[in-house]
């Protein structure tokens, strides 16, 4: 069955980075487009950043152009969110997702606490 397993997250200091992950199996990997999404405390969960099968084409949330960077190894499966310049309000549970048509499938998601 599909497994979305995220990792990587962790609390730092407003300004650090962080790199999550996110291994993926029981699906034909390369063919589709990875996402990540948060949840911040309170309010719903937003798209942070996609990417299509081959990277031909990725986007992001206007909240985090310029210092989040998404990419993909199809070659192992993973899915990477390097995150820079971080500030309190990137405070969240980030998750990783993966849509086949109207289904899609959630990792646990990994909890990022920007605090000082």
């Known amino acids: 069955q599909v497994q979305l397993v995220e990792s990587g997250g962790g609390l730092v200091q407003p300004g650090g980075s962080l790199r999550l992950s996110c291994l993926a199996s029981?699906?034909?990997?390369?063919?589709?487009?990875m996402s990540w999404y948060r949840q911040a405390p309170g309010k719903e969960r937003e798209l942070v950043a996609d990417?299509?099968?081959?990277?031909?084409?990725?986007n992001y949330a206007d909240s985090v152009k310029g210092r989040f960077t998404i990419s993909r190894d199809n070659a192992k499966n993973m899915v990477y969110l390097q995150m820079n310049s971080l500030k309190p309000e990137d405070t969240a549970v980030y998750y990783c997702?993966?849509?086949?048509?109207?289904?899609?499938?959630w990792g646990r998601g990994t909890q990022v606490t920007v605090s000082s």
């Open positions: 029981g699906f034909a990997f390369s063919y589709y487009t």
């Open positions: 990417i299509t099968s081959a990277s031909g084409r990725i």
């Open positions: 997702n993966v849509a086949f048509g109207s289904r899609w499938s």
